[in-house]
């Protein structure tokens, strides 16, 4: 089995960039720890369900990025929050039956645990102007 480090590249870039190449880099690192999960029934299993969930945030958040709403945009940054949270059981499952190196289990998840956390305050963010643009059209129709 195949066991290498894994360093999330620090990536100093426009804000507008910088959670899409975050996602890239934790989408291809999630691939490597795949990769390296063993050939067995059970390795087997979690290698294609931790590749279907630690790569699905970057595409969602690409099509969040092109929402045709705010609520559209809202729910795909939901579904990537979602996605985020099942590659994070299925890190720390892998991490209890010792499959990879702490290192590379912990950095994977340090960084799982931190696009969480963007994304949760991504999605109160949009709910919050969602709501303050309803009140302001409400208020708006009343004047009327």
């Keep these: 089995m195949k066991k290498e480090k894994i360093y999330f590249k620090i990536i100093k870039m426009d804000r507008k960039f910088d959670l899409c190449e ?10 490597d720890v795949a990769e390296g999960l063993p050939k067995t029934l059970a390795g087997n ?15 969602q958040y690409g099509e969040a990025q092109s929402a ?14 979602k996605e985020l949270r099942e590659t994070y059981n299925c890190l720390r499952l892998i991490k209890r039956k010792n499959w990879h190196t702490e290192e590379v289990l912990n950095a994977s998840i340090d960084e ?33």
């Design 22 to 31: 975050r996602l890239i880099e934790f989408g291809a690192s999630i691939i």
């Design 45 to 59: 299993h979690l290698a294609g369900q931790l590749v279907r969930s630690g790569t699905s945030p970057c595409l």
């Design 68 to 81: 045709e709403s705010r609520a559209d945009f809202i729910h795909k940054m939901k579904i990537s929050a």
């Design 112 to 144: 799982n645990n931190q696009l969480i956390s963007i994304f949760v305050k991504s999605i109160e963010t949009a709910q919050k102007n969602n709501q303050d643009m309803l009140r302001a059209k409400k208020g708006m129709t009343e004047l009327k």
